[in-house]
């Protein structure tokens, strides 16, 4: 049985990518801020694989240290999926309040970051890390400035990882466009069913967890267009 840590596992896409992987025999760690949620999404996985949930924030040290320990065995995926959207509504970037900047920095770079330098020591050959990114990243859509500066970062870490580790596999990946309670956060009060839902990103992040893939950005809307043909 393979080990895996998703965080940000409670809701969305980490809750569907978790699921997923229950599906497919994965051991599970997995964590989130609110407990509430997080039981629920145990309770769930609890019926198909082994899962420890963790709650708390992965911005805390002690936290990710506690991540790490819940693990029995080698880690085979690490999936840093857990992200902080920062001010809502959306400010401009002239208006952006920097200690809230500051924040969303510290959990969608540096916390990232911190739980990869803590889990490479336990690191199975050829386990994949995959950073859950965003269009935000690269593209200038108004209002999203602070979250996609933080992403941008993601994706450079990201690949300087890669390029630094070669006997692993190392993503970047943006899962599009999604119905989730970050995308409602983000225009409060505004209709958003429209959009799809964080299942449908979930084959293209199974296909760079079980394929060949080289490391590098992929969207997991286009890795999932060959499954769905």
Avoid at 51 to 56: N, R
Avoid at 91 to 110: G, S
Avoid at 213 to 218: C, E, Q, T, V
């Amino acid at each position: 049985m393979k080990n895996a840590i998703v965080t940000g596992g409670s809701r969305g896409l980490g809750r569907a990518l978790a699921r997923a992987l229950a599906e497919r025999g994965w051991s599970l760690v997995i964590d989130a801020r609110g407990a509430e949620a997080l039981e629920s999404a145990r309770s769930e996985l609890a019926g198909l694989t082994n899962v420890v949930a963790l709650a708390g924030d992965v911005a805390d040290a002690g936290h990710r240290r506690e991540l790490l320990s819940a693990l029995d065995g080698p880690l085979d995926l690490l999936v840093n999926n857990a992200s902080l959207l920062g001010a809502s509504p959306l400010p401009a970037l002239a208006d952006y309040p920097l200690d809230e900047l500051e924040r969303v920095f510290r959990v969608n770079v540096a916390a990232p970051l911190a739980l990869i330098q803590l889990a490479i020591p336990v690191l199975s050959p050829g386990a994949r890390i995959v950073n859950v990114s965003s269009d935000a990243a690269v593209e200038a859509y108004e209002g999203w400035g602070g979250y996609g500066a933080s992403k941008a970062a993601l994706d450079q870490l990201t690949n300087v990882l890669a390029a630094e580790r070669s006997d692993l596999r190392v993503y970047a990946v943006d899962p599009g466009d999604m119905n989730t309670q970050m995308h409602q956060d983000a225009y409060p009060g505004e209709d958003i069913s429209d959009r799809p839902p964080p299942e449908e990103s979930v084959p293209g992040l199974v296909a760079l967890v079980e394929g060949e893939l080289s490391s590098g950005r992929y969207s997991a809307r286009e890795l999932a267009l060959p499954a769905l043909r």
